[in-house]
């Protein structure tokens, strides 16, 4: 049983770019959150996809945006990076149904130079 | 006030020693509860949820104190496997449904 997979592993950009990371969640998970982890802190809450549809969002801008596929696999898209938004960028998928257990895929690094 | 705080350690632990450790959450509403492990440069990965009554695996126990507002994790026999940063994590139920609040974490150092 595959778990929760990310790509790319490592990422560098330049400022001003944009970039898309990808996730395909647990089988059997139907919802998929984003959160952004900055070194030596707690992973932040970017948002979360349902049914296709972003149900929650954390306090990120606009240039953060995403997708979620019919398959329940979901995108993260950046536009305009910023040197801040070098990260370590987690995916995470629950089953839903009342679950709030979530389950990690093993991130995506984001450098912007 | 952050929503979700942390003795940041590090906890340096004798193996076979027990070492436990709270956290802190501020929002009342708060309602599922849990703690994640995070190795080094790798992703968070549940190691328990939190139960009102407070529960126990194996060698861990949480446990949930609402009056107070904070939870504890209580590891007894550490090994040195046990090392790693240890998240709580919060959810404040319907109104956040999949919401987690991390908090920054608390390195637990196990030696020899």
């Known amino acids: 049983d595959a778990g929760v997979t990310q790509s790319p592993t490592h990422l560098i950009k330049t400022r001003g770019q944009q970039v898309t990371l990808r996730c395909s969640p647990k089988?059997?998970?139907?919802?998929v959150s984003w959160y952004q982890q900055a070194l030596g802190q707690g992973p932040q809450f970017i948002f979360q996809?349902?049914?296709?549809?972003?149900?929650q969002r954390g306090n990120f801008p606009d240039r953060f945006s995403g997708h979620q596929f019919p398959n329940y696999s979901s995108e993260l898209n950046v536009n305009a990076l910023l040197l801040g938004d070098s990260a370590l960028y987690l995916c995470?998928?629950?089953?839903?149904?009342?679950?709030?257990?979530?389950?990690f895929g093993p991130g995506t690094r984001l450098t912007v130079t | 006030r952050k929503e979700v705080e942390q003795d940041p350690g590090p906890f340096n632990v004798p193996e076979g020693a027990t070492v436990a450790f709270n956290c802190t959450y501020s929002?009342?509403?708060?309602?599922?509860f849990f703690w994640y492990r995070q190795d080094c440069r790798k992703e968070p990965k549940l190691l328990m949820s939190?139960?009102?009554s407070g529960n126990e695996d194996g060698r861990f126990t949480a446990q949930l104190n609402r009056a107070s507002q904070y939870i504890s994790l209580l590891i007894r026999d550490s090994k040195l496997s046990d090392s790693a940063t240890y998240l709580c994590?919060?959810?404040?139920?319907?109104?956040?449904?999949?919401?987690?609040?991390f908090g920054a974490g608390t390195q637990v150092v196990v030696t020899p």
């Open positions: 995470a998928s629950s089953p839903g149904g009342g679950s709030y257990e979530q389950y």
């Open positions: 089988s059997g998970h139907d919802t």
């Open positions: 996809y349902y049914e296709e549809e972003e149900r």
């Open positions: 929002n009342s509403a708060s309602q599922s």
């Open positions: 939190v139960y009102s």
């Open positions: 994590v919060v959810n404040r139920g319907t109104d956040s449904w999949g919401k987690l609040q």
